[in-house]
């Protein structure tokens, strides 16, 4: 793996092990961010200093972009991608499904991406043109599964309006594939589908701190991370498959369009 992938892993390895020991529990207080379903936790900051701190530390010309701090930092042409926790409502309620994601940028293009899934003990790492990997297990994501029978996951937005669109697009995917997981963490549903525990996914309103290390990764391990019409991935909508499903499901979508809020 290339030096930014094995900065990014130890880095997100600190800090999911300061997360692990300090969670809280749902008595302590929360804030809430865009909406009263959309929380934060002192924890979601202190995990984004922590990894800005490492990352200024090994490489103060860099640029970093955080989900809790915003954008700051040099000009070297290199950019930090920081989703200190994704996933935050599965990490207060102590489900499995978060995870600290790391995505490193040069001159626009993700050239390296760590995720690690920290109650599950798994890292999940991929370098441009290395393949991705957890552990010593090179993924591959699933081929050759038909829309009918793949498994496919979702999430859903923290706006009602939105939640309520979402609801409607679900319910005409629903009867087409074999089922719907929803894990809470775009990340996370990322890496399954690059370590084929899952068939594909589809979402709108992530963002790119949540998406860009395993987008990455479910890249490096065949599958293609697109939005709807030959666009790129964005915060309109992001879908991710192995060729052949990624089509099957892309055109399933389209008609539904999953882009709009009302």
């Known amino acids: 793996m290339n030096e930014f992938a094995r900065l990014a892993e130890e880095i997100a390895r600190e800090a999911g092990d300061m997360l692990l020991a300090k969670r809280p529990t749902m008595s302590e207080v929360v804030e809430t961010k865009s909406s009263p379903t959309d929380v934060v936790t002192t924890l979601d ?6 990894i800005r701190a490492r990352i200024q530390e090994a490489r103060p010309g860099d640029r970093v972009l955080g989900e809790e701090g915003g954008e700051a930092g040099g000009d070297s042409g290199v950019r930090w991608i920081v989703d200190p926790i994704d996933g935050t409502v599965n990490f207060l309620y102590g489900l499995p499904e978060w995870a600290v994601s790391i995505a490193v940028e040069v001159d626009g293009q993700v050239v390296a991406g760590v995720v690690n899934v920290v109650p599950r003990g798994e890292v999940f790492i991929a370098a441009l043109g290395e393949g991705a990997w957890l552990g010593a297990e090179r993924l591959r994501c699933n081929t050759g599964v038909p829309l009918a029978q793949a498994l496919v996951s979702t999430g859903f937005g923290y706006d009602a309006r939105r939640r309520a669109v979402q609801g409607r697009v679900l319910a005409e995917v629903l009867p087409r594939v074999r089922d719907i997981r929803r ?6 549903d990322l890496c399954s589908v690059a370590a084929g525990r899952v068939d594909g996914y589809y979402e ?11 987008g990455l990764i479910a890249a490096e391990a065949g599958a293609r991370v697109a939005g709807l019409n030959g666009k790129p991935a964005s915060s309109e909508l992001l879908l991710c498959a192995a060729p052949g499903l990624f089509e099957e499901l892309h055109d399933l979508l389209a008609p539904l369009d999953p882009e709009r809020d009302a």
């Not at 894990?183 to 996370?188: E, F, I, Q």
């Not at 709108?204 to 395993?214: E, H, P, S």
Request: hydrophobic share 40%; charged share 20%.
């Open 204 to 214: 709108r309103g992530v963002n790119r701190w949540d998406y860009a290390a395993a």
């Open 45 to 50: 900051t202190a995990s984004e200093r922590l």
């Open 183 to 188: 894990g809470g963490s775009c990340a996370a």
